[in-house]
């Protein structure tokens, strides 16, 4: 165009306007595409503002011209760091009372199973103490079955048994076909036949409630019956020392020895408790060395892992940059 213009001195004025006319016509159509084009960038860039929004580790919305100015992470730790942070940020997000709910779950379900947990002792307890009831009662009646039956058996004479014996002098020799026969000790049979030991507990109901019955014969006035009993049960004790049977008719004696069994209960089960406790400590103790050596298992494989791809070729952020 500048050049038609310096040649313009040979040209007409008509022909010059026309000229002027077609590149003033080119520069406008040319300005009106740089234009549109410009528009059409800017509306692209509103609409990925629009639909494109990304969370940062902070909870806070950025769009996609910001995103150009977040820097990638470089090392490792950085990258691990950030992971947290968006974890915490979505545990935010779940709202306030979020970690306190949890709380109160987790306390709930502790509840629940140490409550269970006691049912369940409490059911063993019951079980128990019925079995040995029962087992108490059974050995009740197996004494007094057995005492019934040596009471209805005769006992042998032992004058009767007693076989006459000759002591042979020095030197004296017997006759031929005579039989002699040395002293034989006739042992009475009822002798092992002797009850079973009273419990404690046992012996002090049984010994509280004839006390009781006693009195409560005195104090309605019938002191001759109740003498009648008192008699019996020192005959039976006299009768029960002559055999040989421990009898507990001392209570201060009785309670005393209930006192030992509770504590010697108590010791053990201190001892139980403690061997409980041991065992349990072992137990965690092998569960934290098994958890240890996997953690470090798996440290080792990931190490072995990022040399194999190092040996590839590979970038890895932190390890690379080392």
């Known amino acids: 165009m500048i050049d038609q213009i310096k040649s313009s001195a040979t040209m007409d004025d008509a022909e010059l306007r026309r000229t ?11 300005f009106d595409q740089i234009k549109q084009f410009r528009q059409s960038e800017t509306g692209q860039e509103k ?3 629009r639909h494109v929004k990304v969370t940062n580790r902070t909870g806070q919305i950025k769009t996609a011209t910001e995103l150009k100015d977040v820097q990638r992470a470089k090392t490792l730790e950085e990258l691990h760091q950030r992971l947290d942070m968006y974890k915490a940020s979505k545990a935010v997000k779940k709202g306030p009372r979020y970690e306190v709910n949890l709380k109160k779950k987790i306390k709930k379900k502790a509840k629940v199973a140490k409550a269970k947990e006691e049912r369940k002792k409490l059911a063993r307890a019951l079980t128990k103490e019925k079995r040995s009831e029962r087992k108490r009662e059974e050995e009740e009646e197996r004494r007094l079955f057995e005492a019934a039956n040596s009471k209805n058996e005769k006992k042998p004479n032992v004058k009767d048994m007693k076989v006459e014996s000759k002591d042979l002098s020095v030197g004296e020799v017997p006759k031929v076909g005579s039989i002699v026969f040395n002293k034989i000790d006739i042992v009475d049979e009822t002798e092992n036949d002797r009850p079973s030991k ?4 046992v012996a002090l109901d049984k010994l509280e409630k004839t ?3 006693i009195s409560k014969l005195k104090e309605k006035g019938n002191v001759d019956k109740a003498a ?6 020192l005959w039976s004790n006299v009768m029960d020392k002559a055999e040989g049977v421990k009898v507990k008719d001392d209570k201060e004696r009785i309670k005393k020895s209930i006192k030992r069994v509770e504590e010697r209960k108590k010791k053990s089960e201190k001892k139980w408790k403690e061997r409980i406790e041991h065992t349990q400590s072992k137990i965690e103790a092998k569960q934290k060395k098994r958890k ?3 953690k470090s298992r798996k440290t080792d494989n990931i190490k072995k892992k990022i040399k194999k791809s190092i040996k ?4 890895i952020p932190g390890v690379n940059d080392k």
């Open 47 to 49: 609409q990925i503002e």
């Open 292 to 294: 240890d050596n996997l």
């Open 228 to 233: 009648a009993i008192q008699k019996k049960v």
């Open 198 to 201: 009273q419990r404690p507990k």
């Open 211 to 213: 006390q009781r019955l």
């Open 312 to 315: 590839k070729g590979r970038t």
């Open 20 to 30: 002027i006319a077609q590149e003033y016509k080119y520069l406008t159509n040319v």
